[in-house]
């Protein structure tokens, strides 16, 4: 048994304005979670929940994780970058191509993140949310695919990618050279322990994975933060 992926957080200064814009972009709606927090439930039984804590620190520096988003015609494509733009988002600059099919956007916190071509054939069936795409080392998807018991879907390169067994998003490591981190990261994992598990003993398996704990104190809510073989932080709720 392993570790669910609970939810993949956001970050935001403002939880409620950060939560429409995603609500809006990826046509689901959002809820109250059991702490008072907004959370956008996967569309279907694959995928994951997005989730939006409050924090204080405005954003600095590019995202290490960004959404790329499918497209089924260049039409459709185009619908969905001029739902974003309408919705709060902007065009930005992170060194594309003009060869390249995809289009990169904001959202209304400074979030990157890309509207796929639709002839892209590794996001193929993946669904909207086509892949969480990450910048990170080979060794660190060897551990998220221990961690979570996803399948490596890809091994390529030094890059890598995982999909969970009943499909959904892939999520996606590029290999080196890995990009500067810059102030916190806005985006990281809330991992759940396996049913008939405890947090201790899931800990425990996670460090012995590779993992480090990160904060001993605990920040009050029975989370357990944890980072992951790159420094990437997440957090390992309590059971129950």
């Not at 998807?141 to 879907?153: E, M, N, Q, R």
């Not at 890059?159 to 892939?170: D, F, I, L, M, S």
């Amino acid at each position: 048994m392993t570790s669910q992926l609970s939810a993949v957080c956001v970050d935001a200064l403002q939880p409620p304005r950060l939560a429409r814009f995603w609500s809006g972009v990826l046509g689901r709606r959002t809820v109250e979670d059991a702490h008072g927090g907004l959370t956008i439930p996967p569309a279907d039984g694959t995928g994951f929940r997005l989730r939006f804590p409050r924090v204080q620190e405005p954003k600095t520096g590019r995202n290490r994780m960004h959404f790329d988003l499918t497209s089924t015609s260049l039409e459709d494509q185009r619908q969905t970058v001029d739902r974003a733009l309408e919705l709060g988002a902007r065009p930005i600059d992170v060194g594309q191509r003009p060869e390249e099919g995809h289009v990169v956007l904001a959202d209304p916190e400074g979030n990157e993140f890309c509207v796929c071509e639709p002839d892209n054939a590794f996001l193929a069936g993946c669904g909207f949310i086509g892949a969480l795409a990450c910048d990170g080392s080979q060794e660190v998807g060897y551990f998220w695919s221990a961690a979570l018991g996803w399948p490596l879907v890809w091994d390529q390169d030094e890059e890598t990618a995982v999909q969970a067994p009943h499909g959904g998003p892939k999520v996606t490591w590029g290999g080196p050279p890995l990009m500067p981190r810059a102030g916190k990261d806005r985006l990281h994992f809330d991992l759940a322990p396996p049913a008939g598990s405890d947090q201790r003993a899931e800990a425990e398996r996670l460090l012995s994975l590779g993992a480090k704990r990160a904060d001993a104190a605990g920040d009050g809510t029975g989370r357990l933060a944890m980072t992951d073989p790159d420094g990437n932080p997440f957090s390992l709720l309590p059971t129950g």
